[in-house]
């Protein structure tokens, strides 16, 4: 079937001709639709916005089946069906309110969030000029401001003196850092630059990058590359070790200590033995700051230091934590990471942008040299356009957006926010702990911490030493509720925590299902906490009935 249709009943007004598409290009025709535009956007801006701060429930309770039923044409119309005030109006009428609420402050399950309101305009602005930072000749001034930007949180992390970013900071030669789309392609160009370096030419051989893995492994006698980081490790450095020909079986999971940091004598072991072995080399060595599940931080000085020993490349990925070091109070929790070859920082996590952006940024200016790439209608041979070094090809103004979000707010604002969730978390923590239904897994380092749901009758079991067979019951009982718990929580859409798999003690074989909760609203408050507990414990008692299913040995 031709997927383009003509359906009958559009409104006759409704064409697409040459008049009217010189209308959408240029700008409203009078100024009766002036009006209605900016009526729009008004209520884009405060309508959007009130909607999403006044409803606190997450979301409706429809489920994804029953919705998944009005979303089933798969035709698009070959005539206009609607004008953009009733598209904007539907929008906010039919997808809005099913859409999920994150920034209500009962919303604490991921690390996506509220966002100041300023950056909805910002978001506005960088459309309305839309810049493409690929090349200077779509983004002029805006690519010597991300090269600023770039420059002000590359000295937030490495806090180099001032002449080096004198030099630095508009020098068309060297790169301290790179926006990308998010903390997947910033850990991805981590590694590209990390796997580019330590397979360099040698010989007839021209270097990875240009002659492929196969041959980069026969130049320099090798057969295999591998990259360490601990089991908290975010999944995307898997998917740089599949991208990058490294194989994502390379991507080695360290073992965790009882604060499901890397355990450094397990990380020591493993480096001496992959060290002995001419044939296998240490692409890189990853510390978490700020881990996706727990919110843990690596110890980074050590990490640092067993790096240098060895000369391994130290990746920090701080896409969730790299923001806290504007907190005076919380910075030194990322004591190390200045010695990192390399950091991730996302922008829509901590740094509260809208989606999608994130940072990397290298210790070495030339770093990036590595991974350089040239094309004969842009950013050609000796040309200063930021896209020679990017993974991605076109990419939007998100140093606007995170320039003026640092005017508006200043270090001193960002601390506030940070400093809010990780001591609300650690509030959660106490709450949790004081309550006879709850058993805290992970305690909050930053503002994500873990817990469970245990049944007194259970509790007590466990307290008073079961056999194996019945401990293994017991731990397949408790995951159930828990994934139940959550679920009807998530599906009820007054609030929502997440949840996810933990070893409780490090020395467990089993992984048990555990509720995450990560608190970045700045509403989010013990009140709140207090409710989302009881709502827990309420939909607990409603499962009471299941955990007395099991035959008591
Ligand atoms: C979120 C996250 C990532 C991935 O970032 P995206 O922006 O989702 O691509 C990587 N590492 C850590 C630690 C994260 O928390």
Redesign the pocket.
């Known amino acids: 079937m031709n997927p383009i249709s003509t359906p009958g009943n559009i409104p006759s007004d409704l064409v697409a001709d040459w008049q009217t598409l010189h209308r959408v290009f240029i700008r409203p025709e009078d100024e009766k639709s002036r009006q209605t535009l900016i009526k729009y956007m008004e209520q884009i801006l405060f309508g959007l916005h009130e909607f999403l701060n006044s409803h606190v429930g997450v979301t409706e309770a429809i489920p994804l089946a029953t919705l998944a039923k009005s979303y089933t044409d798969t035709t698009i119309r070959r005539e206009p069906e609607k004008k953009l005030a009733d598209v904007i109006k539907d929008i906010i009428n039919e997808i809005a309110p099913r859409a999920v609420n994150v920034a209500s402050p009962y919303f604490i399950g991921h690390?996506t969030s509220a966002i100041p309101f300023f950056m909805v305009h910002l978001k506005a602005i960088t459309a309305a000029l839309n810049q493409n930072l690929i090349k200077l000749e779509t983004s002029k001034v805006l690519s010597v401001l991300e090269k600023q930007v770039l420059a002000k949180v590359h000295r937030m992390v490495y806090n180099r003196e001032p002449a080096f970013y004198d030099t630095h900071v508009q020098n068309v030669d060297t790169c301290l850092g790179l926006f990308t789309?998010?903390?997947?392609?910033?850990?991805i160009t981590a590694l590209w630059v990390a796997r580019n370096q330590c397979l360099p030419a040698t010989g007839n051989f021209a270097g990875v990058e240009q002659d492929g893995m196969a041959a980069a492994m026969k130049a320099h006698d090798l057969e295999r590359l591998v990259v360490l980081v601990s089991e908290r490790?975010?999944f995307?450095?898997k998917k740089a070790g599949g991208i990058l020909g490294i194989g994502n079986r390379n991507i080695i999971a360290v073992g965790v200590n009882k604060q499901h940091q890397i355990d450094m004598n397990e990380l020591t072991r493993q480096v001496e033995a992959f060290s002995q072995n001419k044939k296998i080399k240490i692409a890189a060595i990853v510390g978490?700051?700020?881990?996706?599940e727990t919110g843990t931080i690596d110890p980074l000085p050590e990490m640092a230091h067993l790096c240098r020993t060895h000369g391994i490349h130290f990746h920090v990925?701080?896409?969730?934590?790299g923001p806290v070091m504007l907190s005076e109070k919380y910075a030194p929790l990322l004591d190390g990471i200045r010695e990192a070859d390399s950091v991730?920082i996302?922008c829509?996590?901590q740094f509260y942008m809208p989606m999608?952006a994130?940072m990397v940024f290298f210790k070495d200016p030339a770093a990036l040299d590595r991974i350089i790439y040239h094309a004969g209608y842009v950013n050609r041979k000796g040309s200063v356009d930021l896209g020679i070094k990017t993974l991605e090809g076109s990419r939007e103004a998100s140093s606007l957006i995170l320039d003026s979000a640092l005017k508006i707010m200043g270090s001193q604002g960002y601390a506030l926010m940070i400093e809010h969730g990780i001591d609300t978390a650690r509030l959660f923590a106490q709450k949790i702990k004081d309550r006879d239904l709850f058993q805290l897994v992970t305690i909050p380092v930053l503002n994500i911490l873990t817990y469970r749901a245990i049944p007194p009758a259970l509790k007590q079991q466990m307290d008073a030493g079961v056999t194996p067979a019945r401990q293994q019951e017991i731990d397949a009982c408790l995951d159930q509720i828990n994934t139940d718990l959550q679920r009807i929580q998530r599906e009820a859409g007054k609030s929502f925590v997440s949840r996810t798999c933990l070893k409780i003690h490090p020395a467990d074989a089993y992984t048990a299902v555990v509720l995450r909760s990560v608190i970045m609203n700045p509403y989010t408050n013990g009140s709140i906490l207090d409710q989302i507990l009881d709502e827990q414990e309420e939909i607990l008692q409603s499962l009471q009935i299941s955990t007395d299913l099991k035959p008591h040995t």
């Open positions: 690390m789309n998010g903390g997947t392609t910033a850990n490790g975010h995307s450095l978490i700051a700020g881990a996706t990925d701080a896409a969730w934590g991730t996302d829509h996590k999608s994130g």
